[in-house]
């Protein structure tokens, strides 16, 4: 049967709506951090101490931390804030963004 | 006698300064204190293994600051990890100080 093509861009745009799930797109971190940047800077290398770097952090680490906020398991009343209009998708992006940058290291 | 009230207001006011803030060293830190956090910080790929599992954050090139406040946080609770919770009721203020000038460092 031929399916009319106007219905198949329906079906393909309805189906991109519903699903939540790509894989984290650093990029797509990168167009979202543009509200975290002016405390966590641009890369996410902080320039006033009191803001955490984040450049260069485990992904996983990072997205522990912003669903922390976001579920209430850890209390910080400005990232509590940010964190409020963030789908899990955002901060999965988020976290893959900031863990691509280079600045954190292990030390011993 | 007014210059000499001055004088002895800076005195006084440097000194109070300098006694609330405890200066950290680095060198200090990575002597004695440093025991405690390698097993997990200092393993490159280490993971937490309960409640949940995920990468041991990585300290090296944290602002100091920021360390201290995060030692802080877990000393009073008001940031909960039952290993965080318990290493960091071991340290004194120095020590805490000491150890975010060491982290702050990245060699």
Excluded: W
């Excluded at chain 2, 007014?2 to 300098?18: D, G």
């Excluded at chain 2, 490159?44 to 409640?51: H, K, L, M, Q, V």
């Excluded at chain 2, 602002?63 to 008001?78: D, F, M, P, R, S």
């Excluded at chain 2, 318990?86 to 120095?94: K, R, W």
Aim: hydrophobic share 40%.
């Amino acid at each position: 049967m031929k399916t009319p093509i106007r219905l198949m861009i329906a079906i393909v745009a309805a189906a991109s709506v519903t699903t939540t799930a790509h894989a984290a797109d650093a990029a797509r971190g990168k167009e979202k951090s543009a509200a975290c940047a002016a405390c966590h800077g641009a890369d996410g290398n902080s320039q006033a101490p009191d803001f955490p770097r984040l450049a260069g952090q485990y992904q996983d680490y990072l997205l522990t931390a912003l669903t922390h906020y976001k579920n209430g398991k850890r209390k910080n009343a400005i990232m509590q804030g940010q964190v409020a209009n963030l789908t899990k998708q955002d901060l999965a992006d988020l976290s893959a963004f900031y863990a691509s940058q280079k600045g954190l290291d292990v030390k011993r | 006698m007014r210059t000499f009230k001055l004088l002895a207001l800076a005195v006084l006011a440097s000194a109070s300064a300098s006694a609330s803030a405890a200066e950290g060293n680095a060198s200090a830190a990575a002597a004695n204190k440093i025991s405690m956090c390698v097993g997990c910080h200092g393993i490159p790929g280490y993971r937490t293994a309960f409640p949940e599992v995920y990468h041991v954050p990585k300290l090296g090139g944290q602002h100091a600051a920021y360390i201290v406040k995060a030692l802080n946080a877990y000393k009073t609770g008001e940031r909960s990890h039952p290993s965080m919770k318990g290493i960091a009721a071991s340290l004194t203020d120095q020590d805490i100080a000491d150890l975010a000038a060491y982290y702050s460092e990245k060699k």
